[in-house]
């Protein structure tokens, strides 16, 4: 092939610095989908056959799904050059033949055949493309519902393209987990309604794939898959910010009582498309098949599952469609983390649930909601508390394996019963089925390892919490939290400019450091965050500059004392005009920074009686309270709450 860039229409192939530019910028195209190209423009005017493809893309000796390889190619390279297959500009579809390239050249190729660079093959299966191809129809076992027939592919084959090494890959270190990255499936049904199936079908293939084989393969998390929604960041750009060794990237598509959904694998390293596959059902197939098809793959790649996810996938049971998109469209409005999203996702986990009263995960998706319900005021923890255990006992009961009712139940016991031994063990145990559980890591640390004063397991278990789910800004601010009460300012100084930097826009980040710098006695700086908060609160700018010229005043004529003493009246005013926005619990705080250990104690038993589970469990470790750890009423109220003294 020439060596000079070959121009068509708009577009610019250039060989020599191997791109493709459309009006002068690069074009995203992965290295498939260019040597297909460049092998196309070469052979102008030709009939290029699939076994021509096959043979100088993949080679001779493959172990993929070639047509299924070469669909996914073939309508990458449309999608960069943004050709209609109805109507091509460029590339012509010769039906059960091959394709060839139409497009006018301004300055024509020299007639040798390009020559690839060849690729080793690197997998067992190649599964979805949006390029139509052959679906496969499988025996039909549902499990969980309709959408996860996508999964049920993906959730076993991927952990056997990583995780067996019949075929070619890339060596990794000893002892070092391969990390997959779920990117955020795409919706294409043109239909914005329908965008809770997208992200309800993500989170679940995570949530699966994370318990395939923890020991081996780690999985990124919800939160930080979904900051790459609609990016335009290429494979390579995302595997080196997140240190991911393979993506699965997908899409569906749904239409009245039809759905395709499609997904295909690619490896970092190199940009191969190792895996894909279309999937086309009627909704009343749909139910999930994803038990009998995992057994069939893991039996095929001969992947070694644990004992206990060869059990889960041994099981079979029928979920009720729309039941599951009842539950799908409950985590959809539970993820927004708002007061009128998590209410809205309650009645839709109460729909699925009183639709399929044998539906594990909505009651799982019940519990989680309720226990958010009352951290962020929505209800309070009498309301919410024995809603949210009831949910989280029900789900165990109907399925014990599922790890997010047993965190769910943990929080629970550790937050409002102060149980705080029965919280370690529904910890442990959701760690044990899903160690890939970012959010298991999170509340086992905070919930549990912190109360119960053993503080630098709770660094550890954050760090392996942000090991997985890099982007979340709770996950980071707990980490900076957590530096906190450990006494280490100095790191959680550090952690929270990092989160800041993340997202200057994160109020709970400003508030949170406010805290911090108060205790490093950095008053004046602790203000001025005070009011960065409020303002991204939604307080206007002159509210937020009185409080801040208020506490600024009672500083500079008061000192230590004076700032400490306008905290507690900011506290008390703040109380008195929305009970439920300031806890029982930050009243007792802001007493026993004044040194009021009466009205500190006072509050503190409005505390425990109100159940204020996220901030009094953290009685023992809150350095508010240092100057009461000495009088015995604090003993008492730890061996009230079950808390070593």
């Known amino acids: 092939m020439a060596s000079y860039p070959l121009k068509f229409g708009e577009f610019e192939l250039d060989p020599s610095a191997y791109e493709l530019r459309r009006l002068g910028r690069p074009v995203r195209i992965e290295r498939i989908p260019m040597e297909l190209l460049l092998l196309l423009v070469s052979r102008r005017g030709e009939l290029v056959t699939r076994a021509e493809i096959v043979d100088k893309l993949w080679g001779s000796e493959v172990f993929i799904d070639t047509n299924t390889a070469v669909n996914v190619a073939v309508s990458k390279a449309r999608q960069a050059l943004r050709d209609d297959p109805d109507k091509p500009r460029f590339l012509q579809t010769v039906s059960g033949k091959g394709y060839r390239f139409i497009g006018s050249l301004e300055q024509p190729p020299r007639e040798v055949p390009a020559e690839p660079a060849p690729v080793q093959p690197s997998s067992s299966v190649l599964t979805a493309s949006a390029e139509p191809a052959e679906t496969t129809e499988l025996p039909r076992h549902p499990k969980r519902g309709w959408l996860l027939l996508a999964i049920a592919a993906g959730?076993?084959?991927?952990?056997?393209?990583?995780l067996w090494p019949r075929f070619h890959q890339v060596p990794k270190a000893p002892g070092k987990k391969t990390m997959l990255l779920v990117l955020p499936f795409q919706n294409i049904s043109g239909d914005p309604g329908q965008?809770?199936?997208?992200?309800?079908?993500?989170e679940e293939t995570i949530t699966d794939l994370g318990q395939l084989s923890p020991a081996e393969l780690g999985v990124i998390a919800r939160t930080s898959s979904m900051a790459y929604k609609h990016t335009d960041k290429t494979v390579n750009q995302i595997g080196r910010e997140l240190g991911v060794d393979y993506i699965l990237e997908g899409s569906v598509r749904r239409e009245g009582e039809k759905a395709r959904v499609s997904a295909q694998l690619i490896r970092v390293s190199d940009q191969t498309h190792l895996w894909a596959r279309n999937y086309d059902r009627e909704m009343h197939d749909l139910l999930g098949i994803e038990n009998e098809l995992g057994t069939t793959i893991a039996q095929q790649v001969q992947v070694n599952l644990t004992p206990q996810r060869q059990m889960e996938l041994s099981k079979m049971r029928t979920v009720d469609p729309e039941a599951y998109d009842l539950y799908l469209k409950g985590r959809y409005y539970w993820n927004q983390r708002n007061p009128a999203g998590i209410k809205e996702s309650i009645g839709y986990f109460q729909q699925a649930t009183a639709k399929d009263p044998d539906f594990a995960l909505a009651y799982a998706g019940l519990a989680d909601a309720y226990n958010l319900s009352n951290i962020i005021g929505l209800y309070p923890s009498k309301k919410s508390s024995p809603e949210a255990r009831d949910a989280a006992i029900k789900a165990i009961n109907l399925d014990p394996s599922l790890a997010e009712a047993h965190a769910a139940l943990g929080m629970e016991k550790a937050h409002y019963e102060f149980d705080f031994p029965g919280a370690e063990?529904?910890?442990?145990?959701?760690?044990?089925?899903?160690?890939?559980?970012?959010?298991?890591?999170?509340?086992?640390?905070n919930c549990y390892l912190l109360p119960v004063g053993r503080v630098q397991e709770a660094i550890s278990e954050n760090k392996k919490a942000l090991e997985l789910d890099p982007l979340s800004l709770p996950i980071n601010n707990f980490m900076a939290m957590t530096y906190f009460y450990a006494g280490d300012y100095a790191q959680s100084y550090r952690q929270f400019q990092h989160t800041i930097e993340m997202d200057p826009s994160f109020p709970l980040a400003h508030d949170y450091f406010s805290g911090l710098l108060a205790f490093m006695g950095r008053y004046e700086e602790a203000i001025q965050e005070n009011q960065k908060a409020q303002l991204l609160r939604g307080s206007s700018p002159d509210e937020a500059a009185a409080e801040a010229a208020a506490m600024l005043k009672a500083f500079r004529t008061g000192g230590e004392a004076g700032f400490w003493h306008r905290l507690l009246e900011e506290t008390l005013q703040a109380r008195e005009r929305a009970p439920r926005s300031v806890t029982a619990s930050e009243v007792a705080g802001a007493y026993a920074l004044v040194g009021d250990k009466d009205k500190a104690f006072e509050w503190l038993d409005k505390a425990y009686e109100e159940r204020e589970g996220q901030s009094i469990s953290l009685l023992k470790c809150e350095p508010a309270y240092k100057n009461m750890r000495s009088d015995p009423r604090f003993a008492a109220m730890l061996r009230r709450m079950g808390l070593p003294e």
């Open 195 to 202: 965008e809770y199936v997208a992200d309800g079908l993500t």
């Open 155 to 162: 959730v076993v084959a991927v952990a056997a393209v990583l």
């Open 425 to 445: 063990k529904e910890f442990l145990k959701a760690l044990e089925l899903n160690p890939n559980s970012a959010y298991a890591h999170l509340f086992y640390g």
